[in-house]
């Protein structure tokens, strides 16, 4: 059945939502049948449709996005030019955020905690970590599953709306006496036991309380939603759809999740209970014989900051997986696609993402080399943080021998996935070193590891990122992005992430510390380097002028974008191409079946190159006798 075949069948066809819309296909427009509307707020805000909470978490996330890299900007400056006002927003800043956190339009010390820490936890667990796993993962997988809905649509509301209001939380601490917290994206008590807190604070309205809370709603909704996935995969396959038939997105959707349900529960509880440690008197965390402003603290005392250490880093380290996973997933999709032949090896990605999964569980505590554990564990770690890097080293050959002998389109989302290839192997070569205790000794809290951290979280997961909403964004939308916009925003994005990122590397040989307020000006060590200071800065002002393009390719295009001629745009095999454009209530015009695995394209003898998963097989011409005349 072609692209005309389903059009065809959606005027004969009105499938009705369980909610009493009834939607008819008309040449891939939804047309309202006559049953009762939703009002707005239900059919755009608390939606149970899983393309709708999708898009709510995609949009919701590059907000927040925007927001935290706003925060590095302000940051960038005082690092690259230290206590000096920062130019035209100053003032403005100092009105918004109040002396304490801008005094004279220069950033303070307070000011730097604070914007450094929530930029970490909003990046990696509000907006990268959403948009990857439950943005594209809402949108994508019930389509490439062949089914209706995700299996639980309440939840799938609860999950998004949980998300949401740990966000708000986190933003509004901002504006709570003293700001928002500062002890950290890790949080490490002791500090953060006692910062923002004494008599000029409120109990429950501070920095480090509400970080604390808007972390708890935050890890509840991705638990809501983790559960929501794995039973979507493993119940709702369209029939045919068998593991190996998979796309490989959803098999890194499904180990995501797995490492988040198996991940983030531990730090729950370690923030509830940091959070009784401030509010309850409890001494989780709190050690006995803290001294604070020469006096001793009164806590019972008997805590142990080690735990929360581990407690954290054993989602902390997964966590990278959590949000470098369905990126490969993206990327994958992609290359197949626009090299118009099969991935390399199938199986290979398949069986590296699950030893990914499971390996990545076990490996935490190489974060904390430095806090003096035995040889032995420490040797472990060592072990399995290497042996790691050999199913990750094989995703990356197999993405790149599938670019071998191939016709490559060069699309724009193939450009954003050609560029995640080397981004990926820089951040994975340079955490090599830290896996090691005796190099990790002295690299540690270098901004090294701040530029290896970087490359993954930031531009090879960003660079998926919108790689991903470029392919996708027809089907979502019905209209294709413009052309030389998504260029003119590919090409200095790519290189302003490099000037950004890839000095930190060298401050980090040199010895320059990733806490430094001043940007390392009051250090001997540093002096060689802190010419490179401004060259990040710049990188980073250019890089987010870089980022305009596409805010206006993505809002334009959804009014006046070129209207996409076909259900299958990019002419691909899986089966989100075979729901109407944009996909209604039910996605599909009627029930799919699986005929081959995802990505068999250029087949010897089929009659064009791709040929997509719904489709069955042509039946073989039987050749008739020739009977002769008499």
Known sequence: MDNQDFIHAGKQDVSHHPEGIATENLGGKQAEGHHEQLPWYRKYLFSTDHKVIGMQYMITSLIIALFGFGLMIVMRWQLSYPGKPIPIFGGILENIFGPEMFSGGVMTPQAYNSFGAIHGTVMIFMALVPALFAGFGNFVVPLQLGAPDMAFPRLNMASFWCFFVGAVIIMVSFFVPGGAAKSGWTSYPPLADLADSGPHFHPLFNGQTLWLLGMAFNITGSLLGVINMI???????????????????????????????????????????????????????????????????????????????????????????????????????????????????????????????????????HHMYMTGMGQAISTFFQLFTTIISIPSVLIGTVLLMSLWGASIRFNLPMLFALAWLPLFGIGGLTGLPLGWSSSDMVLHDTYYVIGHFHYMMAPTSIMALFAGIYYWYPKATGREMNVFLGKLHFWPTFITFNGVFFPMLIQGFAGVHRRWYDGGQGWEMAQGVLWLNQVMSVSSWLLALAQIPFIINFFWSLFYGKKVQSDNPWQGTTLEWAAPTPPGHGNFLSALTVYRGPYEYSVPGADKDYSPQWEPDAKPKIPQAKVAKV
């Open 231 to 365: 039973t979507t995969i493993f119940q709702l396959r369209a029939p045919g759809l068998s593991w190996m038939r998979l796309p490989f997105f959803i098999w890194t959707e499904l180990v995501t999740a797995f490492l988040m349900l198996l991940a983030f529960p531990p730090l729950e509880a370690a923030a509830i209970m940091q959070l009784m440690d401030r509010l309850a008197g409890t001494s989780f965390f709190s050690p006995e014989g803290l001294i604070v402003n020469g006096q001793h603290v009164h806590y019972s005392g008997g805590g142990s900051p080690l735990l929360w250490q581990h407690l954290f880093w054993f989602l902390g380290h997964p966590e990278v997986y959590v949000q470098i996973l369905p990126t490969m997933g993206i990327v994958a999709e992609i290359i197949a696609n626009n090299t118009r032949k099969p991935l390399w090896s199938y199986k290979i990605l398949v069986y590296s993402v699950l030893a990914i999964g499971f390996v990545g569980m076990i490996v935490w505590a």
